[in-house]
């Protein structure tokens, strides 16, 4: 069964500089996600990014980047220039290309702070 | 555009009270899913529908009732409200698989339920 890690429980960043949220992922499929949400207090779950594996170049929105390394089977996401906004949950998630359950698996999350 | 509505935000519940938490979407997505979300826990994923008149159990399933009668509507029912089922509960609903398509979930706003 696939699964995924967020091994970092808490981080945090200061206003302006650049941090590195880690997961990881187990499977034995070639074609699938990768999807990173951001959880604010509001509870709204908010798509940050997402990879699709048989894509080698890493995707980028804005001041989001992933560093996708397919074969280390890692999915990390750098958030540069922090902004107070960017308080958050992090939830990583993982689903298959071509399956028939077609089921998000969610990591436990990162909840980031960034300090002023 | 809408988007995925969920209703209602706030529930408290008595022990063996039942309810229904509503969820429709408007994207003519054919998947939805149930979750619920507890500390430490990420996204438990309870019921899921690839489309009309077909689910199927997730994880954590105990306790919990499913239907799709349309496409639109993905209703999750809870028999008999117990402690162990106060958490934030969340419907999400996205395309299935299809390549060049984003696949990305999309959330509602979610339900903190608190049964007493």
């Known amino acids: 069964a696939q699964t995924v890690t967020q091994s970092q429980p808490e981080m945090s960043v200061q206003e302006a500089e650049t941090v590195t949220l880690s997961c990881t992922y187990d499977t034995s499929e070639s074609d699938y996600y990768l999807f990173w949400y951001k959880q604010p207090p509001s509870r709204q779950m908010i798509l940050v990014i997402r990879?699709?594996?048989?894509?080698?170049q890493n995707a980028t929105e804005n001041r989001f980047s992933v560093n996708f390394q397919k074969a280390a089977k890692s999915f990390s996401l750098k958030i540069s220039d922090s902004q107070l906004g960017d308080a958050a949950m992090y939830f990583c998630?993982?689903?298959?290309?071509?399956?028939?359950?077609?089921?998000?698996?969610f990591g436990t999350g990162t909840r980031l702070k960034v300090l002023a | 555009n809408a988007g995925v509505t969920q209703t209602p935000k706030f529930q408290v519940l008595k022990t063996g009270q039942s309810m229904t938490l509503q969820c429709a979407q408007d994207m003519n997505h054919e998947y939805m899913s149930w979750y619920r979300q507890d500390p430490g826990m990420g996204l438990r994923l309870i019921h899921y529908?690839?489309?009309?008149?077909?689910?199927d159990q997730g994880e954590v399933p105990n306790g919990y009732n499913v239907s799709r009668s349309t496409t639109e509507d993905f209703p999750l029912r809870l028999l008999s409200a117990a402690p162990s089922q106060t958490s934030v509960y969340f419907c999400?609903?996205?395309?299935?698989?299809?390549?060049?398509?984003?696949?990305?979930?999309?959330f509602g706003q979610g339900t903190r339920l608190t049964v007493v």
């Open positions: 529908s690839v489309g009309a008149g077909i689910t």
């Open positions: 998630a993982y689903r298959r290309m071509y399956s028939g359950t077609y089921k998000y698996i």
């Open positions: 999400a609903s996205s395309y299935l698989a299809r390549l060049d398509m984003n696949t990305e979930a999309f």
């Open positions: 990879q699709e594996a048989y894509k080698q």
